[in-house]
Protein backbone atom coordinates (compact mmCIF):
# COMPACT_ATOMS: atom_id res chain seq x y z
CA UNK A 1 0.00 0.00 0.00
CA UNK A 2 1.36 3.23 -1.38
CA UNK A 3 0.47 6.48 -2.28
CA UNK A 4 1.72 6.43 -6.10
CA UNK A 5 1.82 10.31 -6.64
CA UNK A 6 3.08 9.79 -10.40
CA UNK A 7 -0.15 8.41 -11.12
CA UNK A 8 -2.09 10.88 -9.92
CA UNK A 9 0.09 13.65 -12.36
CA UNK A 10 -0.67 10.86 -14.92
CA UNK A 11 -3.95 10.46 -15.01
CA UNK A 12 -5.18 13.93 -13.98
CA UNK A 13 -5.08 15.21 -17.59
CA UNK A 14 -7.48 12.12 -18.30
CA UNK A 15 -9.82 12.93 -15.67
CA UNK A 16 -10.00 16.33 -16.71
CA UNK A 17 -11.19 15.09 -19.89
CA UNK A 18 -14.86 14.44 -18.54
CA UNK A 19 -14.84 17.53 -17.08
CA UNK A 20 -16.89 19.19 -20.30
CA UNK A 21 -19.54 16.45 -19.80
CA UNK A 22 -20.02 17.53 -16.19
CA UNK A 23 -20.44 21.43 -17.09
CA UNK A 24 -22.87 20.52 -20.37
CA UNK A 25 -24.59 18.53 -17.77
CA UNK A 26 -24.84 20.57 -14.88
CA UNK A 27 -25.19 23.93 -17.03
CA UNK A 28 -27.76 22.36 -19.10
CA UNK A 29 -29.64 20.19 -16.05
CA UNK A 30 -29.86 23.82 -14.33
CA UNK A 31 -30.65 25.98 -16.61
CA UNK A 32 -34.44 23.73 -17.69
CA UNK A 33 -34.42 23.23 -14.34
CA UNK A 34 -34.95 26.99 -13.85
CA UNK A 35 -37.30 27.55 -16.59
CA UNK A 36 -39.09 24.52 -14.99
CA UNK A 37 -39.70 25.64 -12.10
CA UNK A 38 -40.60 29.07 -13.03
CA UNK A 39 -43.77 27.45 -14.74
CA UNK A 40 -44.20 25.00 -12.02
CA UNK A 41 -43.82 28.24 -9.24
CA UNK A 42 -46.47 30.26 -11.43
CA UNK A 43 -49.08 27.31 -11.13
CA UNK A 44 -48.47 27.10 -7.75
CA UNK A 45 -49.10 30.36 -6.82
CA UNK A 46 -52.19 30.93 -9.32
CA UNK A 47 -54.24 30.09 -6.75
CA UNK A 48 -56.47 27.62 -8.87
CA UNK A 49 -56.90 23.85 -7.65
CA UNK A 50 -56.45 22.21 -11.04
CA UNK A 51 -53.17 23.79 -11.32
CA UNK A 52 -52.12 23.75 -7.65
CA UNK A 53 -53.11 20.33 -6.77
CA UNK A 54 -50.53 18.37 -10.29
CA UNK A 55 -48.09 21.11 -8.63
CA UNK A 56 -47.92 19.49 -5.47
CA UNK A 57 -48.15 15.70 -6.44
CA UNK A 58 -45.20 16.55 -8.99
CA UNK A 59 -43.12 18.49 -6.04
CA UNK A 60 -44.00 15.39 -3.66
CA UNK A 61 -43.04 12.77 -5.94
CA UNK A 62 -39.93 14.13 -7.11
CA UNK A 63 -38.39 14.99 -3.98
CA UNK A 64 -39.74 11.59 -2.01
CA UNK A 65 -37.78 9.24 -4.77
CA UNK A 66 -34.14 9.01 -5.08
CA UNK A 67 -32.50 10.70 -8.29
CA UNK A 68 -30.77 7.38 -9.01
CA UNK A 69 -34.67 5.73 -9.30
CA UNK A 70 -35.36 8.33 -11.32
CA UNK A 71 -32.30 8.80 -13.99
CA UNK A 72 -33.04 4.50 -14.21
CA UNK A 73 -36.29 4.97 -14.53
CA UNK A 74 -35.54 7.27 -17.66
CA UNK A 75 -32.98 5.33 -19.01
CA UNK A 76 -33.67 2.05 -18.41
CA UNK A 77 -37.64 1.90 -18.60
CA UNK A 78 -38.84 4.46 -21.29
CA UNK A 79 -36.99 2.90 -24.16
CA UNK A 80 -39.48 0.15 -23.23
CA UNK A 81 -42.58 1.55 -24.82
CA UNK A 82 -43.05 1.93 -28.53
CA UNK A 83 -44.62 5.32 -28.89
CA UNK A 84 -41.72 7.09 -26.88
CA UNK A 85 -39.11 5.24 -29.46
CA UNK A 86 -41.52 6.62 -32.10
CA UNK A 87 -42.11 10.07 -30.86
CA UNK A 88 -40.08 13.07 -31.67
CA UNK A 89 -38.06 12.72 -28.04
CA UNK A 90 -36.39 9.18 -29.42
CA UNK A 91 -33.28 11.43 -30.03
CA UNK A 92 -32.82 12.63 -26.34
CA UNK A 93 -33.87 9.75 -24.65
CA UNK A 94 -32.06 7.06 -27.16
CA UNK A 95 -28.98 8.43 -25.40
CA UNK A 96 -27.62 8.37 -22.03
CA UNK A 97 -26.87 12.35 -22.05
CA UNK A 98 -30.09 13.14 -22.80
CA UNK A 99 -31.64 10.93 -20.21
CA UNK A 100 -29.06 12.15 -17.25
CA UNK A 101 -30.13 15.68 -18.54
CA UNK A 102 -33.71 15.22 -18.63
CA UNK A 103 -33.66 13.35 -15.61
CA UNK A 104 -31.85 15.32 -13.05
CA UNK A 105 -33.70 18.68 -14.91
CA UNK A 106 -37.03 16.99 -13.93
CA UNK A 107 -35.65 16.89 -10.06
CA UNK A 108 -33.33 19.48 -9.64
CA UNK A 109 -37.02 21.61 -10.89
CA UNK A 110 -39.00 20.34 -8.20
CA UNK A 111 -36.52 21.74 -5.38
CA UNK A 112 -36.09 24.93 -7.07
CA UNK A 113 -39.39 25.50 -7.51
CA UNK A 114 -39.92 25.20 -3.72
CA UNK A 115 -36.93 27.92 -3.26
CA UNK A 116 -38.35 30.30 -5.27
CA UNK A 117 -41.89 30.33 -3.95
CA UNK A 118 -39.91 30.65 -0.43
CA UNK A 119 -38.76 33.84 -2.52
CA UNK A 120 -42.45 35.02 -3.34
CA UNK A 121 -43.56 34.29 0.23
CA UNK A 122 -40.32 36.27 1.08
CA UNK A 123 -41.99 39.83 -0.51
CA UNK A 124 -44.07 41.72 2.40
CA UNK A 125 -47.72 42.07 1.07
CA UNK A 126 -47.35 46.07 1.43
CA UNK A 127 -45.33 46.09 -1.44
CA UNK A 128 -47.74 44.32 -3.60
CA UNK A 129 -50.47 46.62 -2.00
CA UNK A 130 -48.95 49.66 -2.99
CA UNK A 131 -48.53 48.07 -6.49
CA UNK A 132 -51.60 47.52 -6.96
CA UNK A 133 -53.11 51.42 -5.42
CA UNK A 134 -51.05 52.44 -8.46
CA UNK A 135 -53.29 50.46 -10.73
CA UNK A 136 -50.34 47.55 -11.62
CA UNK A 137 -51.78 44.33 -13.16
CA UNK A 138 -51.26 41.28 -11.44
CA UNK A 139 -48.73 40.05 -13.85
CA UNK A 140 -47.20 43.96 -13.98
CA UNK A 141 -46.64 43.22 -10.19
CA UNK A 142 -45.05 39.56 -10.45
CA UNK A 143 -42.56 41.32 -13.63
CA UNK A 144 -41.74 44.50 -11.29
CA UNK A 145 -41.96 43.93 -7.52
CA UNK A 146 -42.26 40.46 -6.99
CA UNK A 147 -39.01 39.33 -9.29
CA UNK A 148 -36.85 41.51 -8.43
CA UNK A 149 -37.08 41.06 -4.61
CA UNK A 150 -37.76 37.54 -4.78
CA UNK A 151 -34.19 36.56 -6.83
CA UNK A 152 -32.30 38.71 -4.34
CA UNK A 153 -34.31 36.27 -1.31
CA UNK A 154 -33.46 32.62 -3.40
CA UNK A 155 -29.72 33.52 -4.36
CA UNK A 156 -28.26 31.65 -1.03
CA UNK A 157 -30.72 28.90 -1.45
CA UNK A 158 -30.42 28.42 -4.89
CA UNK A 159 -26.36 28.52 -4.66
CA UNK A 160 -26.97 25.27 -2.29
CA UNK A 161 -29.17 23.80 -4.63
CA UNK A 162 -27.04 24.33 -7.13
CA UNK A 163 -24.21 22.90 -6.03
CA UNK A 164 -25.78 19.71 -4.69
CA UNK A 165 -27.13 19.76 -8.52
CA UNK A 166 -23.04 19.53 -9.30
CA UNK A 167 -23.05 16.51 -7.11
CA UNK A 168 -25.76 14.79 -8.03
CA UNK A 169 -24.08 14.92 -12.06
CA UNK A 170 -21.51 12.29 -10.49
CA UNK A 171 -24.49 10.09 -10.78
CA UNK A 172 -24.70 9.74 -14.52
CA UNK A 173 -21.39 7.80 -14.42
CA UNK A 174 -24.09 4.79 -13.46
CA UNK A 175 -25.64 4.84 -17.01
CA UNK A 176 -22.00 4.84 -19.08
CA UNK A 177 -22.02 8.67 -19.13
CA UNK A 178 -18.03 9.61 -19.14
CA UNK A 179 -18.26 12.62 -17.18
CA UNK A 180 -15.09 13.24 -14.28
CA UNK A 181 -16.98 10.24 -12.28
CA UNK A 182 -17.03 7.79 -14.94
CA UNK A 183 -13.39 8.55 -16.39
CA UNK A 184 -12.19 8.23 -12.55
CA UNK A 185 -14.40 4.44 -12.37
CA UNK A 186 -12.89 3.47 -15.65
CA UNK A 187 -9.09 4.36 -14.67
CA UNK A 188 -9.61 2.67 -11.15
CA UNK A 189 -10.98 -0.50 -13.08
CA UNK A 190 -8.27 -0.35 -15.03
CA UNK A 191 -5.79 0.28 -12.35
CA UNK A 192 -7.04 -0.54 -9.08
CA UNK A 193 -5.60 2.22 -7.15
CA UNK A 194 -9.08 4.17 -5.77
CA UNK A 195 -7.53 6.36 -2.94
CA UNK A 196 -5.11 8.15 -5.96
CA UNK A 197 -7.85 8.22 -8.61
CA UNK A 198 -10.89 9.05 -6.21
CA UNK A 199 -9.16 11.77 -3.94
CA UNK A 200 -8.09 13.75 -6.92
CA UNK A 201 -11.37 13.28 -8.03
CA UNK A 202 -12.44 14.69 -5.06
CA UNK A 203 -10.44 17.68 -4.81
CA UNK A 204 -11.71 18.87 -8.28
CA UNK A 205 -15.10 18.63 -7.25
CA UNK A 206 -14.10 20.77 -4.27
CA UNK A 207 -12.47 23.22 -6.34
CA UNK A 208 -15.69 23.65 -8.72
CA UNK A 209 -18.06 24.21 -5.33
CA UNK A 210 -15.48 26.55 -4.04
CA UNK A 211 -15.85 28.22 -6.82
CA UNK A 212 -19.70 28.35 -8.14
CA UNK A 213 -19.53 29.22 -3.55
CA UNK A 214 -18.14 32.29 -4.86
CA UNK A 215 -19.90 33.16 -7.87
CA UNK A 216 -22.84 33.17 -6.48
CA UNK A 217 -21.60 34.89 -3.19
CA UNK A 218 -20.83 38.23 -5.90
CA UNK A 219 -23.61 38.09 -7.37
CA UNK A 220 -25.58 37.86 -3.96
CA UNK A 221 -23.65 40.90 -3.56
CA UNK A 222 -24.36 42.79 -6.82
CA UNK A 223 -28.11 42.17 -6.24
CA UNK A 224 -28.32 43.76 -2.97
CA UNK A 225 -26.00 46.40 -3.64
CA UNK A 226 -28.74 48.63 -2.27
CA UNK A 227 -29.21 47.31 0.60
CA UNK A 228 -26.72 49.07 3.53
CA UNK A 229 -24.70 46.62 4.86
CA UNK B 1 -49.06 -6.63 -12.30
CA UNK B 2 -48.32 -10.64 -13.54
CA UNK B 3 -44.82 -9.48 -13.96
CA UNK B 4 -44.39 -8.74 -10.78
CA UNK B 5 -45.56 -12.32 -9.63
CA UNK B 6 -42.56 -14.13 -7.68
CA UNK B 7 -40.86 -10.44 -6.94
CA UNK B 8 -42.46 -9.63 -4.03
CA UNK B 9 -40.87 -10.91 -1.68
CA UNK B 10 -37.45 -9.79 -3.00
CA UNK B 11 -38.48 -6.06 -2.84
CA UNK B 12 -39.38 -6.49 0.66
CA UNK B 13 -36.23 -8.20 1.88
CA UNK B 14 -34.62 -5.29 -0.20
CA UNK B 15 -37.16 -2.89 1.61
CA UNK B 16 -35.71 -4.35 4.94
CA UNK B 17 -31.99 -4.08 4.09
CA UNK B 18 -32.73 -0.33 3.25
CA UNK B 19 -34.53 0.15 6.64
CA UNK B 20 -31.59 -1.63 8.24
CA UNK B 21 -28.83 0.72 6.76
CA UNK B 22 -31.12 4.23 7.18
CA UNK B 23 -31.17 3.30 11.20
CA UNK B 24 -27.73 2.17 11.79
CA UNK B 25 -26.56 5.24 9.61
CA UNK B 26 -29.32 7.33 11.19
CA UNK B 27 -27.60 6.82 14.55
CA UNK B 28 -24.07 7.08 13.64
CA UNK B 29 -25.49 10.55 11.76
CA UNK B 30 -26.74 11.97 14.99
CA UNK B 31 -23.33 10.97 16.91
CA UNK B 32 -20.94 12.47 14.30
CA UNK B 33 -23.18 15.50 14.12
CA UNK B 34 -23.50 15.36 18.07
CA UNK B 35 -19.60 15.18 18.17
CA UNK B 36 -18.90 17.76 15.17
CA UNK B 37 -21.03 20.34 16.34
CA UNK B 38 -19.71 19.82 19.60
CA UNK B 39 -15.92 20.24 18.13
CA UNK B 40 -17.14 23.22 16.27
CA UNK B 41 -18.28 25.24 18.98
CA UNK B 42 -15.47 24.21 21.31
CA UNK B 43 -12.55 26.67 22.17
CA UNK B 44 -9.79 23.79 21.08
CA UNK B 45 -8.35 24.94 17.82
CA UNK B 46 -7.40 21.76 16.27
CA UNK B 47 -10.80 20.26 16.95
CA UNK B 48 -12.45 23.53 15.04
CA UNK B 49 -9.57 22.92 12.03
CA UNK B 50 -11.00 19.10 11.78
CA UNK B 51 -14.53 19.62 12.04
CA UNK B 52 -14.56 22.24 9.74
CA UNK B 53 -12.32 20.48 7.12
CA UNK B 54 -14.87 17.21 7.88
CA UNK B 55 -17.98 19.74 6.63
CA UNK B 56 -16.24 21.28 3.82
CA UNK B 57 -14.78 17.96 2.22
CA UNK B 58 -18.06 15.73 2.74
CA UNK B 59 -20.20 18.67 1.70
CA UNK B 60 -18.36 18.93 -1.38
CA UNK B 61 -17.79 16.24 -2.92
CA UNK B 62 -20.02 14.01 -4.49
CA UNK B 63 -22.17 11.12 -2.64
CA UNK B 64 -21.07 7.95 -4.82
CA UNK B 65 -17.65 9.38 -5.14
CA UNK B 66 -17.18 9.21 -1.34
CA UNK B 67 -19.03 6.20 -1.44
CA UNK B 68 -16.74 3.97 -3.92
CA UNK B 69 -13.87 5.62 -2.16
CA UNK B 70 -14.61 4.02 1.29
CA UNK B 71 -15.64 0.94 -0.26
CA UNK B 72 -12.39 0.15 -2.55
CA UNK B 73 -10.25 2.14 -0.34
CA UNK B 74 -10.98 0.03 2.97
CA UNK B 75 -11.00 -3.04 0.78
CA UNK B 76 -7.02 -2.14 0.15
CA UNK B 77 -5.97 -0.82 3.69
CA UNK B 78 -7.75 -3.53 5.12
CA UNK B 79 -6.14 -6.21 3.00
CA UNK B 80 -2.74 -4.61 3.35
CA UNK B 81 -2.83 -5.22 7.34
CA UNK B 82 -4.35 -8.30 7.52
CA UNK B 83 -1.81 -9.39 4.75
CA UNK B 84 1.12 -8.55 7.38
CA UNK B 85 -0.07 -11.42 9.91
CA UNK B 86 -1.74 -13.63 7.23
CA UNK B 87 0.18 -13.89 3.96
CA UNK B 88 -2.03 -16.05 2.44
CA UNK B 89 -4.79 -14.19 2.14
CA UNK B 90 -5.77 -12.41 -1.09
CA UNK B 91 -8.59 -10.17 -0.20
CA UNK B 92 -11.10 -8.53 2.38
CA UNK B 93 -13.14 -5.81 2.28
CA UNK B 94 -15.55 -4.66 4.37
CA UNK B 95 -18.80 -5.76 4.14
CA UNK B 96 -21.15 -3.44 1.60
CA UNK B 97 -23.55 -2.98 4.33
CA UNK B 98 -21.25 -1.83 6.35
CA UNK B 99 -19.40 -0.08 4.17
CA UNK B 100 -22.47 1.50 2.52
CA UNK B 101 -23.83 2.72 5.63
CA UNK B 102 -20.96 4.44 7.21
CA UNK B 103 -20.27 6.30 4.16
CA UNK B 104 -23.27 7.80 3.78
CA UNK B 105 -23.43 8.74 7.53
CA UNK B 106 -20.12 10.27 7.38
CA UNK B 107 -21.64 12.42 4.39
CA UNK B 108 -25.26 13.19 5.64
CA UNK B 109 -23.13 14.14 9.05
CA UNK B 110 -21.90 16.44 7.85
CA UNK B 111 -25.07 18.68 7.33
CA UNK B 112 -26.14 17.42 10.38
CA UNK B 113 -22.65 19.44 11.75
CA UNK B 114 -23.61 22.27 10.64
CA UNK B 115 -27.70 22.22 11.94
CA UNK B 116 -26.41 20.68 15.37
CA UNK B 117 -24.23 23.94 15.52
CA UNK B 118 -27.10 26.43 14.45
CA UNK B 119 -29.32 24.99 16.70
CA UNK B 120 -26.73 24.90 19.77
CA UNK B 121 -25.98 28.82 19.02
CA UNK B 122 -30.17 29.45 19.21
CA UNK B 123 -30.06 28.20 22.82
CA UNK B 124 -30.41 31.06 24.78
CA UNK B 125 -27.13 31.68 26.90
CA UNK B 126 -29.41 32.78 29.82
CA UNK B 127 -30.82 28.81 30.62
CA UNK B 128 -27.31 27.74 30.60
CA UNK B 129 -26.21 30.10 32.93
CA UNK B 130 -29.28 29.00 34.99
CA UNK B 131 -28.27 25.62 35.56
CA UNK B 132 -24.60 26.81 36.29
CA UNK B 133 -26.02 29.04 39.48
CA UNK B 134 -28.18 26.16 40.07
CA UNK B 135 -24.83 24.39 39.96
CA UNK B 136 -25.82 21.39 37.25
CA UNK B 137 -22.78 20.32 36.52
CA UNK B 138 -21.46 20.97 32.41
CA UNK B 139 -22.60 17.28 31.68
CA UNK B 140 -25.74 17.14 33.40
CA UNK B 141 -26.08 20.74 31.72
CA UNK B 142 -25.65 19.17 28.13
CA UNK B 143 -27.58 16.41 28.50
CA UNK B 144 -30.49 17.89 30.44
CA UNK B 145 -30.58 21.79 28.84
CA UNK B 146 -28.86 22.41 25.97
CA UNK B 147 -30.31 19.28 24.38
CA UNK B 148 -33.56 19.37 24.69
CA UNK B 149 -33.58 23.15 23.96
CA UNK B 150 -31.38 22.43 20.52
CA UNK B 151 -33.71 19.47 19.60
CA UNK B 152 -36.89 21.81 19.01
CA UNK B 153 -34.67 24.14 16.67
CA UNK B 154 -33.20 21.30 15.00
CA UNK B 155 -36.03 19.69 14.00
CA UNK B 156 -37.36 20.62 10.42
CA UNK B 157 -33.85 20.61 9.19
CA UNK B 158 -33.29 17.23 10.54
CA UNK B 159 -35.88 16.13 9.29
CA UNK B 160 -34.77 17.05 5.34
CA UNK B 161 -31.20 15.23 6.58
CA UNK B 162 -33.22 12.12 7.30
CA UNK B 163 -35.16 12.14 4.26
CA UNK B 164 -31.81 12.65 2.38
CA UNK B 165 -30.27 9.50 4.43
CA UNK B 166 -33.26 7.04 2.80
CA UNK B 167 -32.49 8.74 -0.33
CA UNK B 168 -28.68 8.13 -0.47
CA UNK B 169 -29.33 4.81 0.44
CA UNK B 170 -30.52 3.70 -2.91
CA UNK B 171 -26.61 4.79 -4.38
CA UNK B 172 -25.21 1.77 -1.79
CA UNK B 173 -26.55 -0.72 -4.91
CA UNK B 174 -23.56 0.27 -6.97
CA UNK B 175 -21.68 -1.74 -4.43
CA UNK B 176 -23.65 -4.44 -4.79
CA UNK B 177 -25.60 -4.41 -1.52
CA UNK B 178 -28.71 -6.31 -2.12
CA UNK B 179 -31.47 -3.61 -1.85
CA UNK B 180 -34.40 -2.49 -3.69
CA UNK B 181 -32.56 -0.65 -6.99
CA UNK B 182 -30.05 -3.85 -7.01
CA UNK B 183 -33.21 -5.86 -6.75
CA UNK B 184 -35.07 -4.08 -9.62
CA UNK B 185 -31.84 -4.18 -11.52
CA UNK B 186 -31.63 -8.00 -10.97
CA UNK B 187 -35.53 -8.23 -11.98
CA UNK B 188 -35.08 -6.39 -15.33
CA UNK B 189 -32.44 -8.94 -16.29
CA UNK B 190 -35.01 -11.88 -16.26
CA UNK B 191 -38.40 -10.02 -16.88
CA UNK B 192 -36.72 -7.19 -19.42
CA UNK B 193 -39.64 -4.92 -17.82
CA UNK B 194 -37.30 -2.31 -16.54
CA UNK B 195 -39.87 0.53 -16.13
CA UNK B 196 -42.45 -1.19 -13.96
CA UNK B 197 -39.33 -2.92 -12.01
CA UNK B 198 -38.00 0.89 -11.18
CA UNK B 199 -41.71 2.15 -11.08
CA UNK B 200 -41.61 0.08 -7.61
CA UNK B 201 -38.59 1.20 -6.35
CA UNK B 202 -39.80 4.76 -6.74
CA UNK B 203 -43.19 4.02 -5.25
CA UNK B 204 -41.01 2.27 -2.25
CA UNK B 205 -38.93 5.12 -1.57
CA UNK B 206 -41.82 7.37 -1.28
CA UNK B 207 -43.55 5.31 0.91
CA UNK B 208 -40.65 5.75 3.21
CA UNK B 209 -39.99 9.16 2.61
CA UNK B 210 -43.80 9.67 3.49
CA UNK B 211 -43.54 7.96 6.50
CA UNK B 212 -40.36 10.36 7.55
CA UNK B 213 -42.35 13.38 7.00
CA UNK B 214 -45.19 12.64 8.76
CA UNK B 215 -42.67 11.19 11.62
CA UNK B 216 -41.10 14.59 11.67
CA UNK B 217 -44.37 16.65 12.12
CA UNK B 218 -45.64 14.77 14.95
CA UNK B 219 -42.30 14.88 16.66
CA UNK B 220 -42.20 18.81 16.01
CA UNK B 221 -45.67 19.20 17.18
CA UNK B 222 -44.57 16.87 20.31
CA UNK B 223 -41.48 19.62 20.68
CA UNK B 224 -43.33 22.36 20.66
CA UNK B 225 -46.06 20.91 22.72
CA UNK B 226 -45.32 23.85 25.37
CA UNK B 227 -45.36 26.48 23.00
CA UNK B 228 -49.58 25.52 22.23
CA UNK B 229 -52.04 28.64 23.19
CA UNK B 230 -54.23 26.92 25.88
Redesign the interface.
Known amino acids: ?1 SFDFMLIFNSIPRILTGIGTTFQLLFLSAFCALILAVILLLMRISGKWYLVIPNMIYV ?2 F ?8 I ?2 IY ?3 P ?2 EFIRNSIFWPIFREPFGCAVVALALNDSAYVSEILRGGVLGVSKELHEAGAALGMKAHQRFIHITAPIGIRLVIPAYSNDF ?1 SM ?6 A ?2 ITLLDM ?1 GV ?2 TI ?1 AET ?1 A ?2 EI ?2 S ?2 II ?2 IL ?2 VYQKCFGLLEKRMSRHVKQ | MSVLDGWWDDYFWGSVVVLQVFLVALVMMVLLGLIGSAAKLSNNRVAQKIANAYTIIFRGTPEILVLLLFYFGSGITLTYFVKLFDPTVKFVDIPPFWAGSIAIALIVGSYATETFRGAFLGVDPAQIEAARALGISNFKTFIYVRIPEMWRLALPPFGNHMLSLIKDTAIISIIGLNETVYVAEQATGTTAEPFIMFMVVGCIYLAFSSVITLTVMVLEKYANRHLRSA
Open positions: MYVRGTPILVQFIHGFQFICKATALSTMARVFPYFIVAYLTW
